[in-house]
């Protein structure tokens, strides 16, 4: 079974015994955790020498999902930007093996349109046949016609908690990858999961892996919440941390 546990960014409760007390924050991270979502590059870009030093800071079994620019995804709007993918790619092939998955979150005011999607995943994949999933928030990405355009491309469809309609909570897209991001829920990136749900998530977890390269993020990190649930997960599959 393959499961890789995270969380978005790796920012921790520095109480917390099991991170060793010595090194960077990402280096204590990777002692526990065996990926990361890289979150920032969302915001701004990062020099290819940065991802190049991240990598080198952490084991070699070690992950970076990332997500793209929303320069990509939330201004152009998934149009016209081979520019802004060729630098993304770019800069982050720094990360070598390391690289995971890429992510494509997008607004919730985009809706599926078929030309616009098809054209800009033709262009993704003439530059990168990375692992690659694609969050979308508007309802009208959840009909067959999207799904077959994503898994076409080999393109997988993040499961979401919370869940804008019943399907968003459950992966889509390639059936290659598995990507759950879950958000805190009812107040989003701040609730914890109850241990229930949690049960219920690593029972999934284990049955997902067993067919696809299985991920789970957890972005409720406005108080920390993130590193106790993916500790708590982690736990529930019988796994140690480090």
Not at 27 to 52: G, L
Not at 110 to 139: K, Y
Not at 170 to 179: H, I, M, N
Not at 208 to 217: I, L, P
């Amino acid at each position: 079974m393959d499961v890789r546990i995270g969380t978005a960014g790796w920012s921790f409760p520095r109480a917390l015994e099991m991170f060793p007390a010595e090194g960077t924050g990402l280096e204590r991270y990777a002692a526990v955790f065996d990926c990361v979502e890289i979150n920032s590059s969302f915001y701004r870009p990062h020099q290819r020498k940065t991802y190049e030093r991240w990598a080198a800071s952490t084991p070699e079994n070690f992950r970076f999902a990332v997500k793209a620019p929303r320069t990509i995804t939330h201004e152009r709007r998934l149009a016209e930007t081979g520019d802004l993918m060729a630098r993304f790619l770019d800069e982050t092939s720094g990360l070598g093996a390391k690289r995971g998955p890429l992510l494509i979150q997008l607004p919730s005011s985009l809706g599926f349109e078929t030309g616009v999607v098809e054209r800009f995943l033709a262009d993704w994949r003439r530059r990168t046949q990375a692992a690659t999933m694609l969050e979308p928030r508007h309802s009208t990405w959840f009909a067959p016609e999207a799904e077959a355009l994503l898994a076409s491309f080999d393109v997988a469809r993040v499961a979401a908690d919370p869940a804008i309609a019943p399907q968003a909570a459950e992966p889509g897209g390639s059936p290659s990858l598995v990507y759950r991001r879950w958000h805190g829920s009812p107040v989003i990136y701040e609730s914890p999961y109850p241990p229930k749900v949690l049960d219920g998530l690593a029972a999934r977890l284990a049955v997902e892996a067993g067919t696809a390269d299985t991920w789970c993020v957890f972005d409720n990190t406005k108080f920390g919440m993130a590193t106790s649930d993916a500790l708590g997960l982690l736990e529930r599959l019988g796994r140690r941390p480090g």
